[in-house]
C-alpha cells in the first residue's frame, strides 16, 4: 500500500467523524455513516452498473468507473421518516403523525431508489453532514465527487438499511483528479 492509499482511508474515517459530529435538528442524529474499500467498491461498482444498464442511466456507468478506481468510498445516509416532530409541512403533508402515517405505504416506493417521504427537516441534516465530509476530505487534498448514483447501489446492495436516503463519496489521490474530464 502506498502512503497516499493509507491518508486516504484515514480521511475517510476523519470525513465519518465529520457527518456525526454535524449539526442535527433538534439536536437529534439520524445519520448513519459507513467507510467502503477493497472489493467492497467492486460491489458497489457493480450494482450501479447494473442499476444503470437496466434503466438506461449512463452516468451510473461513469460513476460505477470511478468507484471501481476510488480508493475508498463513504456512505453517509438519514434515516428520513424519523420526524423532527414540528409539523412544518416540508415534507408535503401537515402534520408529522401524516407523514409517518405516508411513510408506513411501502407499495408506494416498489421501484424507486429511495424511500420516502422524509422529514425536510432530517434530509437537510443528510446534506450538512455531507457537506461537512466532503469539507474535510478537501482540507486533506483528497480528490472526491458526492455521487447520488452511489447512494443508489448503497441501497441496492442493503447497506445502511435503515437510511431511506444515501449518498456516496468515492476518494482518490492521484497526480490527476480521476473525477474531471469523464465521458
Do not use: W
Request: charge should be negative; proline fraction near 4%; hydrophobic fraction near 40%.
Amino acid at each position: 500500500m502506498t502512503p497516499e492509499f493509507e491518508a486516504v482511508r484515514t480521511v475517510a474515517t476523519l470525513m465519518a467523524l465529520a457527518a456525526r459530529t454535524a449539526p442535527k435538528g433538534k439536536g437529534v442524529d439520524t445519520i448513519e455513516v459507513e467507510v467502503l474499500t477493497g472489493t467492497d467498491l467492486t460491489d458497489l461498482a457493480d450494482a450501479m452498473r447494473a442499476y444503470g444498464e437496466e434503466h438506461t442511466l449512463g452516468f451510473f456507468l461513469r460513476d460505477a468507473k470511478n468507484i471501481e478506481k476510488a480508493d475508498a468510498c463513504v456512505l453517509i445516509g438519514c434515516r428520513g421518516q424519523q420526524t423532527a416532530g414540528v409539523n412544518c409541512g416540508g415534507c408535503g403533508y401537515p402534520t408529522c403523525t401524516e407523514m409517518a402515517a405516508a411513510a408506513g405505504e411501502e407499495a408506494k416506493n416498489d421501484g424507486v431508489p429511495f424511500r420516502g417521504p422524509n422529514c425536510v427537516i432530517r434530509m437537510t441534516d443528510l446534506g450538512i453532514a455531507v457537506g461537512s465530509a466532503v469539507k474535510t476530505a478537501s482540507m486533506h487534498n483528497v480528490d472526491n465527487r458526492v455521487f447520488y448514483s452511489g447512494g443508489v447501489g448503497a441501497r441496492i446492495l442493503g447497506l445502511l438499511p435503515d437510511c431511506t436516503v444515501v449518498y456516496a463519496l468515492p476518494l482518490k489521490a492521484s497526480g490527476k483528479n480521476i473525477f474531471f474530464d469523464r465521458s
